[in-house]
């Protein structure tokens, strides 16, 4: 990562559990969890806690349906460690890459709920303009979505606009896509807390 | 009530960071983590990182870092001023479909402060 502090400037036990995590997993732990472990209060912990809210909270989007709303808006940011890592948690979610591929490659022809592409543009707009109305919501509750889905929605862009943000300017080191899936059954298991 | 790791409203939590990040204690002062969150009234060559990290993160370079790090700011505030800066867009953004949302359904859901 660009900033020494974010590198080297853990504390021993901090460290200590990188080294476990590295001997048991067979892979560095990850730029962005590593980030959280830097002076977690001033960050880490308060953005860990709406993470997870949102990520693996009580809503009727599925966790794989939550973690492609990540992927797609990471791809809308162009942030390559956010689109890998969070298109092979959605991609083992569902127990199904392909999915994945399509949605973001054209989102109009992928086959999914006519719900979730509805969602995924109207984040899309968000994303790319910074900026929806109401017309924007109501094309979304026309398709179906319900206001909860849409304000659980928002919170995953929220989530993912700022760790995408931080991917890119802080420089995580993207590794291969064989750590990536290693990744994905953690976060699958144990979540973001 | 819901207890646990998953437990508490989006509207809490993202005051709890919004008011941790920009009212907390940390390396630079509160004047310069919110002008870094509101991306205004910065002074170069900090004004062209917070920029990017604001809107396109991915253009962010080695030479943009060691830049603003040459003018004595240091990493640790550094760190903290590329948070604001991240969350204070994401935080437009999401304020904005808030406020859309609010609006098509005539409730009041809007979590600005």
Not at chain 2, 19 to 28: C, F
Not at chain 2, 29 to 52: D, H, V
Not at chain 2, 82 to 93: E, K, L
């Amino acid at each position: 990562m660009r900033l020494d502090i974010l590198n080297n400037g853990y504390k021993f036990g901090t460290k200590l559990l990188f080294s476990i995590i590295k001997l048991v997993s067979g892979y560095p732990l990850p730029d962005a969890a590593r980030l959280v472990f830097y002076r977690p209060d001033f960050y880490g912990n308060p953005a860990k806690q709406f993470t997870q809210r949102t990520m693996r909270g009580p809503s009727s989007w599925s966790v794989g349906d939550r973690e492609l709303m990540a992927a797609y808006i990471s791809r809308i940011n162009e942030c390559t460690f956010c689109v890998k890592a969070h298109s092979a948690v959605s991609a083992s979610a569902y127990g199904d890459s392909d999915k994945i591929e399509k949605v973001l490659t054209d989102l109009k022809t992928a086959p999914i709920d006519q719900r979730l592409r509805a969602t995924l543009e109207m984040l899309g707009k968000l994303t790319r303009e910074h900026v929806i109305h109401a017309n924007d919501v109501q094309a979304a509750m026309t398709a179906g979505v319900s206001p909860q889905q849409i304000e659980d929605a928002l919170a995953v862009c929220f989530a993912f606009n700022v760790t995408n943000r931080l991917a890119d300017a802080f420089g995580f080191f993207v590794p291969s896509d064989d750590a990536f899936e290693a990744g994905a059954k953690y976060l699958l298991k144990r979540g973001y807390a | 009530m819901k207890t646990g790791k998953n437990a508490g409203s989006y509207e809490q939590l993202y005051h709890n960071l919004l008011n941790r990040i920009l009212k907390g204690k940390g390396d630079s002062s509160q004047e310069q983590r919110q002008t870094a969150f509101n991306n205004t009234g910065l002074l170069e060559p900090l004004s062209t990182l917070i920029n990017k990290v604001a809107h396109h993160a991915y253009k962010v370079t080695d030479s943009d870092i060691n830049a603003v790090k040459n003018t004595a700011v240091s990493e640790d505030q550094l760190f903290e001023l590329i948070i604001c800066a991240a969350v204070g867009q994401a935080s437009r953004q999401y304020e904005s479909g808030l406020a859309a949302l609010a609006e098509v359904t005539g409730k009041g859901g809007q979590h600005a402060s």
